[in-house]
Nanobody
Framework: QVQLVESGGGLVQAGGSLRLSCAAS????????MAWFQQAPGKEREFVAA????????GYADSVKGRFTISRDNAKNTVYLQMNSLKPEDTAVYYC?????????????????WGQGTQVTVSS
């Protein structure tokens, strides 16, 4: 079992930056593909970014490519999402997710472990 706890959300003005963190505990974190998803009010949960267990490969949604960066520190059992040039449409609850596997996967049903979410609000 893996427990995931997100932090770093908050209120920021458009054009600003935030860094989200997801701390993992439990079984071997370094063997998990990790991802971030977002869910805005009234919308379905959407893929944001994912990173393979070694960090060698990443994937991004088109809407965040060039603005967001996913990274991980396996020594600290933590995955990060650096969010720059934030837009009001980035406002959502951001969830950290994990799965055993080797590939970047963009569908939420393939992830077994989930955090409780952290709110990001971008004002215009």
């Amino acid at each position: 079992q893996v427990q995931l706890v997100e932090s770093g959300g908050g209120l920021v003005q458009a054009g600003g930056s935030l860094r989200l963190s997801c701390a993992a505990s439990g079984r071997t974190f370094s063997g998990y593909v990790m991802a971030w998803f977002q869910q805005a009010p009234g919308k379905e949960r959407e893929f944001v970014a994912a990173i393979t267990s070694s960090g060698a490969r990443t994937g991004y949604a088109d809407s965040v490519k060039g603005r967001f960066t996913i990274s991980r520190d396996n020594a600290k059992n933590t995955v990060y999402l650096q969010m720059n040039s934030l837009k009001p449409e980035d406002t959502a609850v951001y969830y950290c997710a994990g799965r055993i596997g080797a590939d970047v996967v963009r569908t939420d049903r393939n992830y077994k472990y989930w955090g409780q979410g952290t709110q990001v609000t971008v004002s215009s």
